[in-house]
T-cell receptor, first 109, second 115 residues
Framework: AQRVTQPEKLLSVFKGAPVELKCNYSYSGSPELFWYVQYSRQRLQLLLRHISRESIKGFTADLNKGETSFHLKKPFAQEEDSAMYYCAHRRGSNYQLIWGAGTKLIIKP | GAGVSQSPRYKVAKRGQDVALRCDPISGHVSLFWYQQALGQGPEFLTYFQNEAQLDKSGLPSDRFFAERPEGSVSTLKIQRTQQEDSAVYLC?????????????FGPGTRLLVL
């Protein structure tokens, strides 16, 4: 079965430090990977998707098919980055999203 | 423009009671999804509509769960004879295009607590 693993339930770093949120998926084909973010008292929203190859709010994520990973990175964390982050995977053209359990990121001042 | 809205935002039900959760997608969005999110977990797919057609209901956990979107706009998720394990946040999402290829926009969710 397809699976998305986010090994860290909670990640706490100091402002200005680098951040890496880990995501591994189990599908061996051509996946489509996403990162969604949920700020406090706000709804889930798309942060970035791997096919866009863009940087949003300073975050980037690279798909590594060999390691089946899609880790989210930011070189210098900001306090406003504190939120819940979810990695999600879609198999090929299938519309179903498979979600990880999420990582709560806390940026300490 | 207005985003996806859901009502009620909170619902407390006694075990065995029927509940109905409403989703108003973004106007013109063809695709509509329902997800269930248990505490401490990511969302899990329940069902998918393309306009008024329910193309996939494979994620509905039991026959107590029923969803409809009769006019291809507003959708209702109904849960009959609620059980404690139904307690979760129910999320609705819509996307402009077919088959959810485009970005899904989420509503705020309905938090259901079954006592």
């Amino acid at each position: 079965a397809q699976r998305v693993t986010q090994p860290e339930k909670l990640l706490s770093v100091f402002k200005g430090a680098p951040v890496e949120l880990k995501c591994n998926y189990s599908y061996s084909g051509s996946p489509e990977l996403f990162w969604y973010v949920q700020y406090s008292r706000q709804r889930l929203q798309l942060l970035l998707r791997h096919i866009s190859r863009e940087s949003i709010k300073g975050f980037t994520a690279d798909l590594n098919k060999g390691e089946t990973s899609f880790h989210l990175k930011k070189p210098f964390a900001q306090e406003e980055d504190s939120a819940m982050y979810y990695c999600a995977h879609r198999r090929g053209s299938n519309y179903q999203l498979i979600w990880g359990a999420g990582t709560k990121l806390i940026i300490k001042p | 423009g207005a985003g996806v809205s859901q009502s009620p935002r909170y619902k407390v039900a006694k075990r065995g009671q029927d509940v109905a959760l409403r989703c108003d997608p973004i106007s013109g969005h063809v695709s509509l999804f329902w997800y269930q999110q248990a505490l401490g977990q990511g969302p899990e797919f329940l069902t998918y509509f393309q306009n008024e057609a329910q193309l996939d209901k494979s994620g509905l956990p039991s026959d107590r769960f029923f969803a409809e979107r009769p006019e291809g706009s507003v959708s209702t998720l109904k849960i009959q004879r609620t059980q404690q394990e139904d307690s979760a946040v129910y999320l609705c999402a819509s996307s402009l295009g077919l088959a959810g290829v485009e970005t899904q926009y989420f509503g705020p969710g309905t938090r259901l607590l079954v006592l």
